[in-house]
């Protein structure tokens, strides 16, 4: 029912900087949470950074200060700047968001993107 489509991903040297955005689309009637998770090879998936529909933000330690999560509520669109990267910052890096639906009955799903690969090597 709503599909999120990331892009920007790709290879950079480390001190790089990436911009990821993340399009939601399909049947919502409000999109909630939205965040940015990765996974590293033989590594569990984890949470990067989230941001409210409110503009309230959450990241992870290792990541604070050098990447900054926004939204554009108009174009359903979650974005990820990526500041001096390290190359332990390689791995695939998946959207979310919490979707609220109206089909007369208001209810709410937990959407992933299919993932784009970040590579932090020289």
């Known amino acids: 029912q709503v599909q999120l489509v990331e892009s920007g991903g790709g290879l950079v040297q480390p001190g790089g900087s990436l911009t990821l955005s993340c399009v939601a689309s399909g049947n919502i009637f409000r999109i909630n949470t939205m965040g940015w998770y990765r996974q590293a090879p033989g590594k569990q998936r984890e949470l990067v950074a989230t941001i409210t529909s409110g503009g309230s933000t959450n990241y992870v330690d290792s990541v604070k200060g050098r990447f900054t999560i926004s939204r554009d509520n108009s174009k359903n669109t979650v974005y990820l700047q990526m500041n001096s990267l390290k190359p332990e910052d390689t791995a695939v890096y998946y959207c979310?968001?919490?979707?609220?639906?109206?089909?007369?009955?208001?209810?709410?799903?937990?959407?992933w993107g299919q993932g784009t690969q970040v590579t932090v090597s020289s």
């Open positions: 979310n968001a919490g979707v609220t639906h109206n089909t007369g009955v208001y209810y709410t799903n937990n959407y």
